[in-house]
């Protein structure tokens, strides 16, 4: 398994195709990713565990990033198969929210998440406390 560490100065991470550890930025949050997968079109997928904890459904192999607090752990999550949303977790609160709109590249930069990279540009979502959040 690879370890990979994220700093206050690199947040933002493409990974896929192999198993991988992250480590938050203030290095209290652990997210383990074990390849499960690819399907016949596009990227790997993997079982999460955050802190230890299964995440329901799979995350895909690509975008990963955390808010510079530490607080907010994003992804590309798949709860089917073979669905994209971008997830956002609370590390804080154990809950998870699902984003309306699907954001392949973003920067997480709380409270506001912003597509990064020539398939997201544009894309924005701005968080306003109106969320529903899911305890995972």
């Given amino acids: 398994m690879q370890r990979v560490e994220f700093?206050?100065?690199d947040r933002h991470k493409l990974?896929?195709?192999?198993?991988?550890?992250?480590?938050?930025p203030d290095k209290e949050h652990e997210i383990e990713l074990l390849y499960e997968g690819e399907p016949p079109h596009g990227d790997?997928?993997?079982?999460?565990?955050?802190?230890?904890?299964?995440y329901p459904g799979y995350a895909w192999g690509c975008m990963f990033g955390f808010s510079l607090c530490s607080r907010y752990f994003s992804f590309s999550a798949m709860p089917t198969k073979y669905?994209?949303?971008?997830?956002v977790v609370d590390l804080s609160t154990k809950s998870h929210y699902l984003l309306p709109e699907y954001i392949y590249q973003f920067r997480l930069d709380w409270p506001v998440i912003t597509g990064d990279g020539p398939t997201?540009?544009?894309?924005?979502?701005?968080?306003d406390g109106r969320e529903n959040w899911t305890k995972i």
């Fill in 120 to 127: 997201s540009s544009g894309l924005i979502y701005k968080f």
């Fill in 83 to 87: 669905e994209r949303r971008t997830a």
């Fill in 44 to 54: 790997s997928y993997h079982l999460l565990a955050i802190d230890g904890n299964p």
């Fill in 15 to 24: 990974l896929g195709m192999g198993d991988f550890l992250l480590i938050s």
């Fill in 7 to 9: 700093s206050s100065k």
